[in-house]
Nanobody, 116 residues
Framework: QVQLVESGGGLVQVGGSLRLSCAAS????????MGWYRQAPGKRRELVAT???????NYADSVKGRFTISGDNAKNTVYLQMNSLKPEDAAVYYC??????????WGQGTQVTVSS
């Protein structure tokens, strides 16, 4: 059974930091890409950051310079370090995994709330 277990969300003040983690298990086949998307109320789910096996990263323009994605291939875990958080970063953050076979899995989401 595939599981993506996210943790690290919560309430933080503007300018603060949070670190999200996502541990994947039960996935058949090699993982090619891990990443994070987010969805704020009334908005579409949007890309935050991805990391490809081998370390190539991609970020949304809105988070460049503030967020850092990293991965631990041995643990099938991906992290998102979020610094200098802004009110517009508040959303439910979803972990995603894509295998080499093209299968795409999603976590249940973790809430990030930024208070001013």
């Amino acid at each position: 059974q595939v599981q993506l277990v996210e943790s690290g969300g919560g309430l933080v003040q503007v300018g603060g930091s949070l670190r999200l983690s996502c541990a994947a298990s039960g996935i058949l086949g090699s993982i090619n890409t891990m990443g994070w998307y987010r969805q704020a109320p009334g908005k579409r789910r949007e890309l935050v950051a991805t990391i490809i096996k081998g370390g190539i990263t991609n970020y949304a323009d809105s988070v460049k310079g503030r967020f850092t994605i990293s991965g631990d291939n041995a643990k099938n875990t991906v992290y998102l370090q979020m610094n200098s958080l802004k009110p517009e970063d508040a959303a439910v953050y979803y972990c995603t995994v894509v295998t080499l076979w093209g299968q795409n899995y999603w976590g249940q989401g973790t809430q990030v709330t930024v208070s001013s």
